[in-house]
């Protein structure tokens, strides 16, 4: 009697015929197969188990392959240490202005025509099926900057098969909230974090000019979900604001570009972003300008008032003698626009009330009672003769 081989005994078989190697993936659920722990994946290379066709959106922009920053020893372990970041990091990722990387409807609609592999993609996100489509369309298209160190997922003879791999820079993806790799576009993969055991220092297959274990890029989910991600503009040397689930309809220059160039290799040192500034009100200083005064307050004269003068302490005049030379004769008083004088000198101590005239000094003549009138102004200041 014929008996249908079981998924798992194909999968061995083709892992045993080599076919796996070139697919980079290995049998699910067993153990990770020998001496093949990652498979390096080049940008347009779909591989053999892809779960659907390109929806990459044009040829990958893949950098240039010279680097400018050392490269890195292995860790003691005898292992690689790779560049870790967060899905947040401005520059992580590239892409051009309101051009998508991928083409979402298109990966929706592959899936939807064949249900058990639309069943097998939602399961490995964790997602869904009825809710794949959503999931889907909140995802960024985006290129990697960075060889990135990866979980792959194919789909071969009706199963899933998981593997590590290293996307090459220049690989379209589609990122989740977080920032993570989730959607490989030119085969249609799931994709998720590295197993904690994969060494990109051990990778197998053709590997790509500029290849280096040591500046290898694992994501971390960001702290918290992302707005919009911060993209290089490779082609022109710019900063990309892209919002999140948007292909690139959204794109906009940011409102605070990163604290670096956009060509930095963002597998080398950054800068630490600048904390948002703070506004703290300052008190005032005693350089600073005072108010205007009003023109009702008694404050300093309008412009077109003459400066007032502070009057000279009067000085009696002796018994018998003309009055002091110089004392102008009483004139009418002229309408004027200018503040009325208090009476009192501005500033000088004064111990008489304001308005009160001195008190005649004693003497046995009897006063000639001639009365003075001397102009202040809008103030008449009387003034007296003995």
Known sequence: MHVRPRPYRTASALFS????????????????????????????????????????????????ATRSAPVRSPSPGGGTREVRRAGSTPGLYAGTRAVPSCDVEAQIRMLAVDPAREEAFARTLSVGRDRLAGFLRGLTPVLLRADTLVTGHGFLAGSVLTYQAVLQAGTAVMVDSRGVPRVRCVCGNPLGPPDGAADAGAGAGEGWEGFDPARTVVVEPAARPVAELVIADEAHHSWIARPAGDPGAGDRVPEVPPPYDPGTDITGPLPDLPPPPTRTPRPPTASARPEEPSPSSPGRPPGDCPPSRTPAPETPTPPGEPAVAGDPPARAPVETRCPEESGEPTGAPSGEPSGVPPEPPATDEPPTAVLLRRDRGAVTVPAYRW
């Open 17 to 64: 015929a080599g076919l796996l190697l070139a697919a980079g993936c290995s049998a699910g659920g067993g153990s990770r197969p020998e001496p093949v722990d990652v498979v390096l994946q080049a940008a347009a290379d779909p591989g053999t188990a892809p779960f659907t066709a390109s929806t990459a959106g044009g040829p990958a922009a893949v950098p240039d």
